[in-house]
């Protein structure tokens, strides 16, 4: 069956770096869109980044473009979320989603997610 399994999370300053991967199983990786989402306490999911398959298409929310970077390595059936001058406000849990399109990532493939907190 499909797995994804976050990796890379934890506690750091703000205008801290960190680096998120998503480790993939179970699918053709590189046919697959990835994307990151993320979920606050007492809010509702949002997202945050997207790649589309063979690294066509990119695509952000606002409050990161400049910030975050999303890649993925297909030999590896990883995607990354590189996080640069993270905020109080990023504080979240991540996740990754996997989807046929970035359209279609709400309905697709969930891992468990991974805990960033930015301390201020």
């Known amino acids: 069956q499909v797995q994804l399994v976050e990796s890379g999370g934890g506690l750091v300053q703000a205008g801290g770096s960190l680096r998120l991967s998503c480790a993939a199983s179970?699918?053709?990786?590189?046919?697959?869109?990835m994307g990151w989402f993320r979920q606050a306490p007492g809010e509702e999911r949002e997202f945050v980044a997207a790649?589309?398959?063979?690294?066509?298409?990119?695509d952000y929310a606002a409050f990161v473009k400049g910030r975050f970077t999303i890649s993925r390595d297909n030999a590896k059936k990883t995607v990354y979320l590189q996080m640069n001058s993270l905020k109080p406000e990023d504080t979240a849990v991540y996740y990754c989603?996997?989807?046929?399109?970035?359209?279609?990532?709400?309905?697709?493939?969930w891992g468990q997610g991974t805990q960033v907190t930015v301390s201020s």
């Open positions: 790649i589309s398959s063979y690294d066509v298409v990119t």
């Open positions: 179970g699918l053709t990786f590189s046919t697959y869109a």
């Open positions: 989603a996997a989807a046929s399109t970035i359209r279609t990532l709400r309905q697709g493939y």
